[in-house]
């Protein structure tokens, strides 16, 4: 049983920078694919980014690409989100979870929530404008 913790959100003003982490206990990261999503109240879960299981691909939702950086750190066990040129609109809970599949995951299109299980308690990120 993988559990997650996400951890440094934060609030920040726009423009700024946040760099999230994604770290397990129980099981290892390195043999699944990752996916980061994010809730604002009111609205439903949203993919936001994903890195592949095997050969670190990454995908990207439009509003967060050239901004947002995924990355895994195989000796630490531990994946990131580079945030960077932080906007108000992206202000939500950020969530890291585990992809559902029994083989290889590539991450080619934004992750859906229905595709990844093992969530976090999440990180709040918080952009004022």
């Known amino acids: 049983q993988v559990q997650l913790v996400e951890s440094g959100g934060g609030l920040v003003q726009a423009g700024g920078s946040l760099r999230l982490s994604c770290k397990a206990s129980?099981?290892?990261?390195?043999?699944?694919?990752i996916g980061w999503f994010r809730q604002a109240p009111g609205k439903e879960r949203e993919g936001v980014s994903c890195?592949?299981?095997?050969?670190?691909?990454?995908f990207y939702e439009d509003s967060v690409k050239g901004r947002f950086t995924i990355s895994r750190d195989r000796a630490s066990d531990t994946v990131y989100l580079q945030m960077n040129a932080l906007e108000p609109e992206d202000s939500a809970i950020y969530y890291c979870?585990?992809?559902?599949?029994?083989?290889?995951?590539?991450?080619?299109?934004?992750?859906?929530?229905?595709?990844?299980?093992?969530w976090g308690q999440g990180t709040q990120v918080t952009v004022s404008s």
């Open positions: 890195i592949s299981s095997d050969d670190d691909t990454t």
């Open positions: 129980g099981v290892g990261l390195r043999s699944y694919a």
């Open positions: 979870a585990v992809d559902r599949a029994l083989g290889p995951y590539h991450c080619l299109a934004s992750p859906s929530p229905g595709d990844f299980q093992s």
